[in-house]
């Protein structure tokens, strides 16, 4: 746990989906934020489940010690491909464990994403957005991209049909110059692309203000841009976060709210 926040209300920039009520975020990763892919969980209260959609495909780890980690705790593991193991985290969302020799700088090597036209994804990726393209594979239809060779990667993968986002509202972030964030808006709106959020300032209470442009590749996936000044203060590594987290959870009381509105909280 790197940090947690909790918020009374919801966000202007959807960060929390299209909820309206208290939610909380945790950011979750192999180290600070600076250098280390990190997973912003968000958690809705009093919402008690989610229906997943085809969109995000799954995340996957280079961790021997993760496979370890799941056998010892007696966690479903499904071996895809030789040393490659498919898990499910709570939520139905998948992972998967390569059983090698954990990376130094990050044992998280690439998020999946679904697609419905491998090339038009890739145009938008790379062509607008400016990844660059590691891998291709026309027969599997698939893509590998990214931003440099030792940050984790973005693969892109054809569902054979439309991406469908369920009700979940991910999304995936990243930080640049604060002032680049006019030009990528500028550009979008040259292009005719979809902005969802034009160029906005966030406030977390008691921390750093940041600013952000959230945009829409073809498939409607989310993508934002904060700029990286104000972020890093932000995203600075909280030793109190497991604390705040922990005490969050107890007060949550849950499963009590359920049980009163006679409805089933998903484990």
């Known amino acids: 746990v790197l940090r947690h926040e909790e918020f009374e209300e919801g966000c202007k920039a959807s960060c929390n989906g299209p909820y309206d009520g208290k939610w909380s975020k945790t950011m979750v990763g192999y180290g600070p934020e600076d250098d280390h892919f990190v997973a912003e969980l968000t958690y809705n209260y009093g919402i008690g489940e989610y229906r997943l959609g085809n969109d995000f495909l799954g995340i996957t780890l280079v961790s021997s010690q993760a496979v370890s980690n799941a056998k010892k705790m007696g966690w479903p593991l499904r071996e895809v491909t030789s040393g490659v193991f498919e898990t499910e985290a709570p939520g139905g969302y998948k992972f998967y464990l390569e059983d090698k020799e954990q990376l130094k700088q990050d044992p998280v090597w690439k998020v999946t994403l679904g697609v419905s036209n491998l090339q038009k994804s890739v145009n938008y990726w ?142």
């Open 126 to 267: 790379s062509g607008l957005l400016g990844m660059k393209i590691y891998e291709k594979d026309e027969e599997k239809q698939r893509a590998l991209l990214g931003y440099a060779d030792n940050q984790c990667k973005l693969e892109l993968r054809a569902v054979g049909g439309a991406v469908d986002h369920g009700t979940a509202f991910g999304r995936i972030a990243f930080s640049c110059a604060k002032d680049e964030l006019p030009g990528i808006e500028a550009l979008m709106k040259k292009e005719n692309q979809k902005i969802l959020t034009p160029l906005v300032s966030l406030d977390t209470p008691g921390k750093a203000t940041v600013q952000v442009v959230i945009l829409a590749d073809p498939d409607g996936h989310e993508i934002c841009f904060v700029g990286d000044e104000a972020f890093r203060e932000l995203s600075k590594v909280d030793p109190q976060g497991d604390k705040l987290l922990d005490d969050a959870m107890a007060a949550d009381n849950s499963d009590k709210w359920f049980a009163e509105h006679n409805m089933k909280k998903v484990s």
